[in-house]
């Protein structure tokens, strides 16, 4: 595979485990890091024919044992800063790669309300748009203002907030097409610092109690169905704790499974098969994953 000169940094045979929160995966073909924006859109125009994979900051991402053929796109720090538009229109302009926890705290630096639970959003901005992420009453489209994103073609295009149709845990644009989320601007509203940290602190506490965040997870692994909590229905299917190899439904809260140390990406697999396929045998209610699997399966 013939690959264009850039800037940045090509890594072959790339290590993935340790791009994602759940520790596994295989490696990838290659894996492209672009000094900036100017390097991912001459990568991207000057590409050759061959899958190309986005990835983030991996925390809501199973990632084959087999890794990923092709070319890996992983967003670094030159695409993680934070500003203020404007001081009086209270918006704060985002990259793609900045964690969602220190937007929230940016925004709260700055007197900025209306981002707090951005601090209970396990990630980075860029999958936030991807998957429209949400938490402790909010998700990303009450926000967002527009975003700019990049198509495989190299192409710039900013798309307000309507253009991009949320809706729950997916952003519309980016299942019609294949496109990389750059920056985005972000809309809060007036308020005190004091206040808005006090607020993060009470969704930082509310997580320790609830979640297993000091464990390998992957934050939620299925979408609440209509009217339902997926934790409870996996609860009532007696699968609190249940486990299939090194993969395990967590004992603090069924939604998130955990990698207890020794997991492969199969066995968080099968252990989301099986607890789809339990759960839909105890209430006849079919869970649909949040957590997005990727690449492919070991030989």
């Not at 670094?76 to 800063?81: D, H, L, Q, T, V």
């Not at 007197?111 to 990303?140: D, K, R």
């Amino acid at each position: 595979m013939k690959l264009p000169q850039i800037r940045g940094r090509y890594t072959e045979n790339a290590d993935l485990s340790k791009t994602n929160w759940f520790r596994v995966g295989g490696p990838a073909e290659v894996l492209f890091k672009p000094a900036d924006l100017d390097d991912l859109i001459y990568f991207l125009k000057n590409r050759p024919v061959c899958p190309v994979t986005v990835l983030g900051v991996g925390s809501n991402i199973i990632i084959r044992d087999g890794g990923i053929d092709g070319v890996v796109i992983k967003l670094g720090r030159e695409f993680a800063s934070l500003s203020i538009c404007s001081k009086d229109n209270h918006r704060v302009k985002a990259g793609a790669a900045a964690l969602d926890i220190n937007t929230a705290i940016f925004a709260a630096e700055n007197n900025i309300t209306g981002l707090e639970f951005l601090s209970g959003v396990p990630g980075g901005i860029g999958g936030a748009v991807a998957m429209n992420a949400g938490a402790y009453g909010s998700e990303i489209k009450d926000v967002l203002v527009k975003a700019e994103l990049v198509d495989m073609k190299g192409n710039i295009h900013k798309f307000s907030n309507e253009e991009l149709k949320f809706t729950y845990r997916k952003c519309g644009k980016m299942l019609e097409e294949q496109f990389i989320v750059t920056k985005t601007w972000l809309q809060g509203t007036p308020g005190n610092s004091a206040e808005i940290y006090a607020r993060m602190a009470e969704i930082k506490n509310a997580r320790e109690e609830s979640q297993p965040i000091r464990s390998r997870t992957g934050g939620s692994t299925f979408k609440n169905p209509p009217g339902e909590k997926a934790w409870q229905l996996i609860d009532k299917a007696g699968l609190r704790g249940f486990s299939i190899g090194g993969a395990q439904v967590s004992q603090k809260h069924c939604n998130f499974f955990i990698n207890t140390g020794t997991a492969t990406a199969a066995d968080l697999e099968n252990l989301i098969n099986e607890v789809q396929k339990r759960v839909l045998e105890n209430s006849g209610i079919k869970l649909e994953p949040e957590i997005k699997i990727i690449g492919k399966a070991k030989n």
